[in-house]
C-alpha cells in the first residue's frame, strides 16, 4: 500500500527552481504508483507568470490537482483559528492530507506542524521538507 504525498507551495517553488531533489523525489513517486495530490489554492500560490512556469506544469501533470471545496475551506478557516494564523494555505494542505492520509511535503515544517497540532486528528500526517 503506498500512502499518497501531497505538495504544499515549497515543493512546486522547489521543482520550479529545478531542485533535482525534489525532481528525484517526485519521478521515484510516480514510478511507485503513489498518488499525488496538489490542493488548487497551493497552485495559486506557486504559480506567477505562465511564460516561465514550463517545468512547472510538467510537473503539475503528474498530480492530482484538487479543486477545494465548500467543507474543507471552512475546515481551514476553523483550523486558522484554533491555531491562531491567517494561512488558509498551510491549512487547506494539512486538512486534505488528514482526509487523506497523505504525507505533506513542505518547505514550511515548524508552520504545518502548528496547523497539525491544532488540528489534533489520530493518525497525524506526517511530515517530510524539501
Not at 500560490?45 to 501533470?61: I, K, Y
Not at 494555505?89 to 487523506?100: H, P, Q
Not at 497523505?102 to 491544532?118: G, Y
Amino acid at each position: 500500500m503506498n500512502i499518497p504525498y501531497l505538495y504544499d507551495a515549497g515543493a512546486l517553488i522547489a521543482i520550479d527552481n529545478n531542485d533535482r531533489r525534489m525532481w528525484a523525489r517526485h519521478s521515484l513517486a510516480l514510478e511507485d504508483g503513489r498518488d499525488i495530490h496538489v490542493p488548487s489554492i497551493v497552485v495559486s500560490q506557486a504559480w506567477r507568470d505562465s511564460r516561465r512556469r514550463v517545468r512547472l506544469g510538467r510537473f503539475l501533470a503528474g498530480c492530482d490537482v484538487v479543486p477545494v471545496g465548500l467543507e474543507t475551506a471552512k475546515t481551514a478557516g476553523v483550523l486558522c483559528g484554533k491555531a491562531g494564523t491567517a494561512d488558509v494555505v498551510d491549512a487547506t494542505v494539512v486538512v486534505m492530507a488528514a482526509s487523506l492520509g497523505a504525507i505533506i511535503w513542505t518547505s514550511d515544517p515548524d508552520d504545518i506542524h502548528a496547523l497539525i497540532d491544532a488540528l489534533d486528528v489520530k493518525p497525524a500526517p506526517v511530515i517530510r521538507t524539501v
